[in-house]
C-alpha cells in the first residue's frame, strides 16, 4: 500500500481501503492556498497508482467545505506585483489539481456542508464523479463579482450542469442553496444534516467496495476518452477497452464467482 505523504493543510484517513481528505484550514475557510493545492494534488499523486485505494471523499473541516481560492494571496503576491507569467503558473497549477480529481482512477466524492464558493468549490465538485450536499449550504460562483473570470473551472462546469446553465450561472455570479443545486444537477444526494450526508456517503462506498476496483479504473479511463470523439472513433476505443477487460484477471473472477455463487475477492463491507 502506498505511504501517504505528511500533510499540514490536510488531515488524512485510510480506513478499508477508502480515503478521506479534510480540507483542514477553518481559519480561512478551508481556501485554496498554495500549500493546500500542493498537498492535494501529492496526495492525489501518491494514490494514483494503487488499486488498494478504492475511493476518495473530499470534505472540509469546520462545517466549510472550501471557501475558494485565496483572495489574500491573490491580492499580496499577484496583483500588487503585476507578474503576469506568474499569474499563468499559479493558474496552471489549479488545472492541475481539477485533472487530477477529474482522471483519477478511484471514485471520488465530494461532500459539502457550509459554504462552498467560487472556483475551489465549483472547479472539484464538478470534476468529482458524486456531489452530496447539504440542503442548506451555500452555494455561489462569484468570479465576475469581483472582476475575474472562471477560467481553469468552465469546462468542467460545463461537463458537469451543460451549456446554457453552466454559461449563466457563471456569468451572473448566481448564489444559490443546497436544494436548488440538487434541481440544477449539480449536487446527485441532498441531505437536511451531516448525519444524512454521511449515511448517503456510506451507501455509496458499500457500492463502489462492491465493484471491481480495475473496473472501475477502466470505466472512467473510457469515459475520459470517448468525450467528444466521432462514433467510429467510440465504437473503436469501447471494444478495445472492453476486450482488455474480458480477459483480465478481474473479469475472470467475476464471472467465476458469479457461476461458484459467491462474492468476488474484492468486496469489502464497510464497517
Not at 446527485?188 to 444534516?193: G, K, L, Q
Request: charge should be negative.
Amino acid at each position: 500500500m502506498t505511504k501517504l505523504p505528511d500533510t499540514k493543510t490536510l488531515e488524512l484517513e485510510l480506513q478499508q481501503g477508502w480515503l478521506t481528505i479534510w480540507f483542514n484550514q477553518p481559519d480561512n475557510r478551508n481556501a485554496l492556498s498554495d500549500a493546500l493545492v500542493a498537498e492535494l494534488a501529492a496526495v492525489l499523486k501518491s494514490v494514483r497508482d494503487d488499486r488498494s485505494v478504492r475511493g476518495i471523499t473530499l470534505r472540509g473541516r469546520g462545517g466549510v467545505f472550501c471557501a475558494g481560492a485565496d483572495l489574500k494571496n491573490f491580492r499580496e503576491n499577484f496583483q500588487q506585483s503585476g507578474d503576469r507569467a506568474a499569474i499563468i503558473t499559479m493558474s496552471t497549477g489549479a488545472a492541475e489539481i481539477f485533472d487530477l480529481v477529474n482522471t483519477a482512477p478511484q471514485v471520488v466524492i465530494v461532500l459539502i456542508e457550509g459554504a462552498a464558493m467560487a472556483g475551489g468549490f465549483f472547479g472539484l465538485s464538478c470534476c468529482a464523479d458524486v456531489v452530496i450536499c447539504e440542503s442548506g449550504a451555500r452555494f455561489a460562483m462569484t468570479e465576475t463579482a469581483i472582476g475575474v473570470t472562471p477560467a481553469q473551472i468552465s469546462p468542467f462546469v460545463i461537463q458537469k450542469l451543460g451549456y446554457a446553465t453552466g454559461r449563466r450561472l457563471m456569468l451572473t455570479a448566481a448564489r444559490f442553496d443546497g436544494s436548488e443545486a440538487h434541481q440544477l444537477g449539480f449536487a446527485d444526494f441532498v441531505a437536511d444534516d451531516v448525519a444524512g450526508l454521511e449515511a448517503i456517503e456510506m451507501q455509496l462506498r458499500k457500492q463502489v467496495l462492491g465493484s471491481a476496483p480495475g473496473a472501475i479504473a477502466a470505466t472512467k479511463e473510457l469515459l475520459g476518452q470517448i468525450a467528444g470523439k466521432p462514433r467510429d472513433e467510440v465504437i473503436r476505443l469501447a471494444a478495445e477497452n472492453f476486450a482488455d477487460r474480458m480477459v483480465s484477471d478481474e473479469a475472470k473472477e467475476g464471472v467465476a464467482s458469479f457461476f461458484e455463487k459467491r462474492k468476488p475477492s474484492w468486496v469489502v463491507k464497510p464497517e
